[in-house]
């Protein structure tokens, strides 16, 4: 329903004639509630949506005047309630969420209630993007054997999605083999503004991926949030959050030639680390700004996990404009995008001085320097010349400083594996799922290729082989150093022409010069539109790609997820006996500890073309700017200067990847020529049946659900608490959330052998993230977690002390968790700095809430996983001062007992009583980090699900 608060409701005139209204801004400033026209102008764009969806319940008039009174440095104490636009899901997150949406019904149906009052009130769009795997690769047929091997493997979800598709009436799915969210967003899904009810209003959006901020680039607000956060703005919640800090990043000069825009962001990435942006707006301003095409702006904007930031924001302008038309926008939306945005006064790139930001950062384009990231962290630049002695270093620095641990003098040792002269010369992998006993759907084999990959013939350049390719029938020799995986890989890069034609070019130059790729690395082009593949082919750079092993292996998030697949058997076997530090080499945006693959130790984030070079090189140990990258035709060295592209080179063939037709046909129709989509049958009806699955389970989350919540914790509060695992800094949500393979030996591996699951089938924990049985077993498992309580390990160990038992006994934390929910004992979890940090994963919380953890007390959170634990009733705390678990001495043998929680409010002070063995007892002040009112609501009902399924059954 429309208002007229601060007659802020005014009529636009469009181009085509028509006349619609619009909240104004300008009126705003008008009325005397500020400054309005020198706010940030993502705060401007929020500021829209409060006033727009004011309506003296859940957002009120003091919450427009708050906003719109913004300071660049008040203290932050106003909570914004954000109503966005639309909702982008992938499907790792995605379906857990359908899940619960499933089971809100369920338990609505079990109420006596109608199950549709469970029904997203603004239009959702899921891309299943997260569940290809590169299984097979370095062949023309790597993209039809994965799909294939997709749909086998992930069959059950694709039915519980389909059900959803015709459950929920505004639930949309961009199916598989169609690109990357983000990229699907970006190129798609994004309309730059919105028409309803006669009311004009811009594009805004969270999603259940934190590189969701990819979308900041073309002027949306918009950034990750878990999945339990965006199921409540689904059904009707405001995004709740602390009116934000803005820092404005002022970019001057130009990038120089040979630079990228990978090595531009992994700069910006490591400034704006130490600026400490965590939890902040970043905007970007000035002439330097403007200069950087879109698609550069997206690399930049798609990256704000990786620097810390809610958002990465560039102002709509021209190039805005230009990307739209680019990629096949009608005329007559681009034209009524325009006039909104300059009629709110929210159109061009603001120059120095234009804004009051809270803080003003600048860097010089022209100092950007070709780079790599790496080995554990996104944040960890390397220049290119570096990257040698930054690894050798590393070698053999002490794991305690973030080394490897290593002699030096093991670094120059070669390691051979076995003999395989038995083995098939396919260079593509054998997939884990045994293919004679699977059954394809009908229709699924080679049209595959021929119409979902959909390229283009023409232009296309036909290149014999510089020499025979060996496959692995002899002996392979092994270094520390080597590159085994080298991807083209993630949104971040791939939704960037200029750099996946500088790719290009870099491989026809050393094609041409006679370099190749080792057939052992593991080498993949996997794009995040389809777009790519054709703008590739028709450029006739793809060829000479897929002669350096750079063939289609999918579309879809592949490496930078972790579904880089398995390395050939005598690879891994050697690399796991012999304790490599070997290499992967990916144009993504997170290389964390055992992200990339479980036993590559050593992983750098690079450009395209800079993955390519490091593949043609093989190893990490070059210093490419005085070393050549290999030996050429007639033995002749060829350096990496000799194959770079010039700009020049990359500019004239740009025109193959702008072409608006190619997008608008590619984006037409998602099932057509589609049957392994197509040919997935599901059930029908309002109500999910809940067949038997170990993919699809209901959650426990509404069991005895109750229209009144009961109290979350005895009188008194948490007490009598033992200790469940005690970790360091920068623990991630990678540490905490189930992923990558599963184990047999691991807890959730014997649950899927108990039921009758074989190895071969057990798929991966992100695919199996809709049955909680599997993913609360995986919760803290990861093979590089380190729990302080047993010096020394590694993995998802613990000590479990039976009531008053002297001495720990060492098992899964798993297990030692369901010893504590059996005896009623509540658990805590200890934690250092950027506690959460990395992808937006609800199961790090969903899963640390089954475990029976009702406090987690950290030096500091990151900000999605604090938001999450919060929405499934576990309490953050944090350490005031420098008081640390270390600093307290706490080892894990203690009891404790959390005081002063039976009223909380936002960010007061709690007290943590340590009872030590010996008797004694010490009172340590924590800060409560629920920082929100609607927090303290959401944790008084057990959880935001419960909040919201009480709001939806009492209304």
């Known amino acids: ?211 969701t901020t990819m979308i900041n680039s073309i002027g949306v607000v918009g950034w990750g949030v878990g999945g339990i956060e965006a199921e409540a703005g689904m059904l009707g919640q405001p995004v709740y959050f602390l009116t934000p800090d803005v820092v404005g990043v002022n970019l001057t000069g130009q990038l120089r030639e040979g630079v990228t825009a990978t090595d531009l962001v992994l700069t910006i990435t490591e400034m704006l680390r130490k600026a400490k942006v965590v939890g902040k707006f970043v905007e970007f301003f000035g002439e330097g700004a403007a200069s950087l095409s879109l698609p550069d702006r997206a690399t930049i904007a798609n990256m704000a996990p990786e620097y810390g930031a809610t958002m990465g924001f560039f102002p709509v302008d021209d190039a805005t404009l230009q990307y739209f038309r680019n990629t096949g926008r009608t005329t007559e939306e681009i034209n009524t995008f325009e006039a909104y945005f300059k009629a709110q006064g929210l159109y061009g790139m603001p120059r120095k001085g234009d804004i009051d930001y809270s803080q003003e950062l600048q860097l010089d384009l022209n100092s950007i320097m070709p780079s790599l990231a790496g080995p554990k962290r996104p944040q960890d630049r390397i220049a290119i010349g570096d990257l040698k002695s930054t690894f050798t270093e590393l070698f053999s620095k002490p794991v305690t400083e973030n080394g490897y641990g290593k002699r030096a003098e093991d670094l120059a040792r070669a390691y051979t594996t076995r003999d395989v002269s038995s083995s098939s010369s396919d260079v593509c992998v054998t997939s884990p799922i045994n293919q004679d006993e699977a059954t394809l759907p009908p229709g699924s084999d080679r049209n595959v290729t021929e119409l979902v990959n959909n390229r283009p013939t023409q232009n ?91 063939s289609l292996a999918g579309y879809g998030c592949t490496t930078c997820i972790g579904n880089s697949g398995p390395l050939p058997e005598i690879i891994e076997e050697s690399v796991v006996k012999e304790d490599l530090v070997c290499s992967a080499v990916l144009s993504g945006n997170r290389n964390f500890e055992a ?37 050429g035709k007639n033995n002749q060295p060829v350096w990496l200067r000799d194959i770079w592209p010039s700009s020049a080179e990359i500019e004239s ?139 020394g390990s590694e993995g998802g160990v613990t000590l479990f002390r039976s009531h008053d038992a002297a001495e720990g006994e060492q098992m899964t934390i798993y297990d030692a968790a369901m010893g504590y929910i059996a005896q009623n004992v509540p658990t805590v979890v200890f934690a250092g700095k950027e506690y959460g940090t990395g992808s937006s994963r609800d199961w790090a919380a969903k899963g640390t809430q089954l475990l029976g953890v009702k406090a987690v007390i950290a030096e500091s959170y990151e900000r999605i996983h604090r938001s ?88």
């Not at 369920?106 to 199950?115: I, N, Q, R, Y």
């Not at 749909?151 to 389909?162: C, G, H, P, T, V």
């Open 1 to 211: 329903m429309t208002h007229t608060l601060f007659n802020s409701l005014k009529t636009l005139q469009l181009p085509d004639g028509q006349t619609t209204q619009f909240y104004s801004l300008s009126a705003l400033e008008e009325a005397g509630l500020g400054k309005i026209s020198r706010l940030p102008v993502s705060i401007r764009i929020v500021l829209e949506s409060v006033l727009r969806n004011c309506d003296d319940k859940k957002i009120t008039r003091l919450h427009v005047t708050q906003l719109a009174g913004w300071q660049p440095n008040a203290a932050r104490t106003h909570e914004i309630p954000f109503v966005v636009a639309r909702i982008v899901l992938q499907d790792f997150t995605g379906v857990p969420l359908l899940v619960d949406l499933a089971a809100m019904r369920s338990a609505a149906e079990k109420l006596g209630k109608d199950p549709k009052r469970i029904e997203p009130l603004v239009p959702v769009d899921l891309v299943v993007d997260h569940s290809v795997q590169v299984d097979y690769y370095g062949d023309k047929d790597a993209l039809a054997r994965n799909m294939e091997m997709e749909f086998l493997r992930n069959k059950e979800r694709y039915q519980f999605i389909k059900w959803g598709m015709q459950a929920f009436d505004t639930f949309k799915v961009v199916p598989p083999g169609i690109g990357i969210v983000h990229q699907v967003n970006l190129e798609y899904l994004a309309r730059g503004v919105h028409q309803k009810n006669g009311l004009i209003y811009p594009d805004t959006l969270v999603g259940t991926d934190s590189h």
């Open 460 to 550: 296309t350049v036909k290149i014999e082989p510089a020499e025979e390719p060996t496959g692995l029938n002899k002996p392979v020799e092994l270094h520390h150093g080597d590159v085994l995986i080298a991807a083209i890989t993630s949104c971040t890069n791939t939704s960037n022409p200029t750099v996946l034609i500088a790719a290009g070019l870099l491989a026809k130059k050393a094609v041409e010069k006679g370099l190749s790729v080792k057939r052992h690395i593991k080498t993949s082009l996997a794009p995040g539109s389809r777009v790519v593949t054709e703008y590739l082919t028709a450029a006739g750079l793809l060829p000479y790609l897929e002669q350096l092993g750079f």
């Open 595 to 631: 992200r990339i693959h479980a036993n590559i130790r050593a992983n750098f984030l690079a450009s395209p073309p800079l993955v390519v070079a490091y593949a043609i090189a093989g190893t990490v140990l070059k210093n490419l700017d005085t070393e050549p990258l290999g030996l």
């Open 653 to 791: 063939l740009m025109k193959f990847a702008t072409q608006a037709d190619t997008f608008r046909r590619l984006y037409s129709d998602f099932t057509q020529d589609h049957p392994l989509w197509n040919n997935i049958t599901s059930v029908t009806g309002k109500l999910y049946n809940w067949p038997d699955s170990t993919y699809i389970a209901e959650p426990p989350f509404f069991q005895d659900f109750s229209l009144q919540p009961a109290p979350v914790n005895k009188p008194g509060g948490i007490c009598g608490a033992r200790t469940l695992a005690i970790f360091g800094d920068s623990v991630t949500t990678d540490h905490i959330s189930p992923a990558g393979s599963i184990k047999e030996t691991a807890p959730a591996g014997k649950y899927l052998l108990a039921n009758d699951v074989s190895k071969a089938d057990f798929n991966s924990y992100g695919s199996r993230r809709g049955n909680h049985h599997v993913m609360m077993r995986g919760t803290f498992a990861n093979v590089r977690i380190k729990n302080l309580m047993i010096p």
């Open 868 to 955: 999450n634990l919060v929405g499934m009733g576990v309490l953050p705390l944090q350490f005031k001062g420098s008081d640390n678990a270390q600093s307290l001495g706490i080892a894990g043998d203690e009891q404790f007992d959390i005081l002063g929680i039976d009223t909380i409010q936002p960010q007061q002070e709690v007290t943590l009583v340590i009872h030590g063995r010996d008797g004694s007892h010490r009172e340590i002040p924590l800060l409560c980090r629920i920082d929100t009112a609607i927090e303290v609501d959401y944790y008084r009902h057990g959880g935001i699900l419960p909040y919201v399924l009480r709001q939806l059954m009492n209304s």
